[in-house]
Each structure stands twice: as C-alpha cells, then as structure tokens.
C-alpha cells in the first residue's frame, strides 16, 4: 500500500479497543498497523488486559465515562478519518462508544466483533451481546467477524464457503453495510467473504503452517481502516488488508511460548534482513500473498 498524504499530513485512525500488554493483539498491533500503512494511529482503550501468549490472566475494565473522555479528547483536537473497534465488554461501553461514533458522525468504521482471545479467555460479557447487535452493527461500514463470532451471530452452524455466504446475508439484515466472514477456522485455503449489496468477493491465500497467530483480527481489521482513511473503497481495502495480514503471519517471529504474534514490519522489513525491500509489495501485488 502507498501512503496516502493530506498534504504533509497522514490519515488519522482511531482503535477504540483492549490494550494486550503482551503487544501482539489489541491497541497495540492495532497501532502498528495503521503506522505501518501511513496513518496517524490514535486510541481510545476500553480495557486493560493482563495477557501473553499463553492466555489472559486478569482484566480491568475501563469506565464508560473515560471511554468517553478519551473519545472526546480526540475528536475534537485532532479528528478522525476512519476508526476501527475492538474489545467491548459492557453494555455501558458498548453504548457510550456508539453514541461517540453516531456523534462525530464517523462513516468510515470497521467493527471487529471481538468475543474471545486466542487462549479461550472471554473478551465481551454475555449480556453485552445484544447491545452490540442493536447498537453497534447498524453503524458499520464494514463487519469483520471469524467463523465463531459468525456463528454466534446467526445461530447456524459454519462447515464451509457455502455456509460463510448463508451467515454473511444474515448478519447483514442485522445492520452493516459490507460483512466479511473469515474463514482461518476452517481448513484448505485461509479464504474471507466479502459481501454487500452487490453480492459476494472471495479472498484466498495458502494457509501457513504457523501458531504464530495472535491478533489476526485486530490487526486484519485496523488494516482495513487505515486503507479505507486513505481513500479506498470497501473491496480494495478487504484486499489489502488481507495482503497485509498474510505477509505479518508469513513472517512472524517465534515470540512467547503459545500463541505468537504476526510480524506487524513485514511490509517493511523482510524475515532475516536488515533493509528493508524496495518494494514490499511486488510479490503479493497481484493474485495470492
């Protein structure tokens, strides 16, 4: 991706999301994300999260009132070109980051619906669910669930692409505008729907034998934002983002003694080398990562 400038100024993105204090999931890989792609990243953190790659063993929640002030804080000095959500664990937070969003009229929003992390550990409370269906998904451009979140959504069963395309129509009834189910819980190919309006794309890449996984979500999402702040449409940016993702999991370092992280430098620095390629993107800029 070619950084998009307003003048000399990059794209303001906002992660409005759990910090891992293990650095691979959360604000965190969200944050490089969106550097690493030209944006300006800003954060709104909802939750503070004790975690490595083993799992999470603690978590503090932020007050809604603070999720608030920091909303605020940022909005109305710096702005927003596009915002990304996600860990959002109460009903309280899930409203109070809605009423932000429908405030400062934010179009370009990609909800990730976060529920649980790599290691099993509860990321939203049971009674959350409802708020974020009839709060939250009516606001989103784009809706990036897995194959679980899918089916927690839809209350069917996802064995296959046929199966992500019966989930993708029923989550859209519930309110976004594009819905992209991914599909890494499946075997064969690592393959994403897109759909929308128009119908449905197909995004596949060969799936790396890696346990190197943590924050795929997170980070595939905040791509998706920092590309749409740069001017892209709903498509290229799901094609980007997926080019992205797969270049930071082919890459990753054997960081932690579970679930690893992805390679957030992979468009800058190729495994092993100190310079960086002249150009990330020549072997994946067409056709498959």
């Given at each position: ?5 307003n ?152 064995n ?16 976004p ?45 905040a ?63 067409e056709?498959?990562?």
């Amino acid at each position: 991706m070619k950084t998009q400038l307003n003048g000399n100024k990059p794209k303001r993105v906002l992660t409005i999301a759990g910090s891992d204090s293990g650095g691979g999931a959360g604000i965190q890989a969200d944050l490089k994300t969106i550097t690493v792609l030209g944006g300006f990243g800003m954060s709104v953190v909802t939750a503070l999260t004790a975690q490595n790659t083993l799992g999470v063993t603690a978590i503090h929640e932020v007050s809604p009132e603070f999720v608030a002030a920091q909303f605020d804080a940022v909005a109305t000095d710096i702005g927003i070109d596009a915002a990304k959500t996600g860990m959002l664990s109460t009903s309280g937070i899930i409203c109070t980051v809605a009423a932000k969003i429908r405030q400062y009229r934010i179009e370009k929003i990609v909800i990730d619906p976060v529920m649980v992390a790599k290691g099993g550990a509860a990321l939203i409370r049971e009674e959350a669910m409802a708020t974020l269906v009839a709060e939250l998904l009516p606001l989103a451009l784009v809706l990036t669930p897995n194959i679980p979140e899918a089916e927690v959504l839809t209350g069917i069963e996802i064995n296959n692409l046929s199966d992500m395309k019966k989930a993708a129509r029923i989550i859209r009834k519930l309110g976004p505008r594009h819905v992209v189910v991914k599909g890494g819980h499946l075997d064969g190919e690592a393959t994403d729907l897109l759909c929308d309006a128009t119908g449905f794309r197909i995004f596949s890449s060969p799936r790396l034998a890696t346990s190197d996984t943590h924050g795929t979500g997170c980070t595939f999402s905040a791509a998706i934002a920092a590309c749409l702040a740069c001017g892209m449409d709903v498509p290229s940016a799901v094609g980007e983002a997926k080019r992205y993702i797969s270049e930071a999991i082919r890459h990753a370092w054997r960081i932690g003694r579970g679930h690893g992280p992805t390679n957030h430098l992979a468009p800058l620095f190729a495994k092993g080398d100190a310079r960086p390629p002249e150009d990330w993107r020549i072997a994946t800029k067409e056709g498959k990562p």
